[in-house]
């Protein structure tokens, strides 16, 4: 009965690199959130995928950030050429439906760009 | 912009009294609120949510009150014990469970 697991738990990265972050959901649950924390701060939505499509991306920066969430396989968050200020913890979350369900969220990614 | 905001950033309390957290938030046209707790190195928890056509919900030990008057939202924990320690956050849902998050209480439970 697993919930939602996020891989790596902690990323380091020299700015320039890019990151990958990983989202398998709950078993059963076909929508996918991301969210970004600063330190001392709450949660910041970037995008919201169903499997194989992008329903809103409004929270994420233009450039260099993408998401997919493909037919098979885990969701996927990448930061092309990470820069200091891309440090923070990505959190994932799913839930079965959208609307309001109540979403469940991974224990992150904590990303630090050197 | 719309946004969702607490009025205390820390509260101390001594274990076994009860605690209350408080959120205001601005968008009259929100109608599902959240809480979450989240805990050191890990990803926000489900505490209890309501929707805009109550006034009160009640879990196990915790109460949620809903103000839409004042636009304004409480979360009651009876009884605090040690492990109730931790960063709570109220959460608006916009639509599609994209949520909009205040900044978060500090609950330090002295024992």
Redesign the interface.
């Known amino acids: 009965n697993a919930g ?1 697991m996020q891989n790596p738990r902690h990323l380091v990265r020299r700015r320039g690199q890019e990151a990958r972050l990983r989202c398998s959901p709950m078993k059963g649950h076909s ?1 996918v ?1 991301w ?1 970004r924390q600063l330190p ?6 970037m995008v ?1 995928l169903q499997k194989e499509n992008i ?2 991306e ?2 994420m920066p233009k450039e260099r950030f993408s998401a997919e969430f493909p037919k098979e396989g885990p969701s996927i968050l990448r930061i092309q050429q990470v820069v200091r200020g891309d440090s923070a913890a990505y ?1 994932c ?1 799913s ?1 079965p439906r ?11 990614t904590r990303l630090t760009v050197t | 912009g719309e946004s969702v905001g607490l009025h205390l950033p820390t509260l101390s309390v001594q274990e076994g009294d009860n605690s209350i957290i408080n959120c205001a938030y601005s968008n009259s046209a929100s109608d599902y609120f959240i809480w979450y707790k989240q805990e050191s190195g890990k990803g926000p928890q489900f505490i209890i949510d309501i929707r805009s056509n109550m006034d009160k919900r009640q879990g196990q030990r915790v109460t949620v009150l809903l103000n839409k008057t004042v636009k304004h939202l409480s979360l009651q924990i009876a009884a605090t014990q040690p492990g109730d320690s931790a960063v709570y956050f109220c959460a608006e849902n916009r639509a599609g469970n994209m949520l909009t998050f205040g900044g978060g209480t500090r609950l330090m439970v002295k024992p």
């Open positions: 939602v929508h959130y969210y001392e701060e709450g949660l910041k939505f919201y329903i809103d409004s929270g959190f979350a839930s959208g609307g309001d369900s109540p979403l469940h969220f991974g224990n992150g």
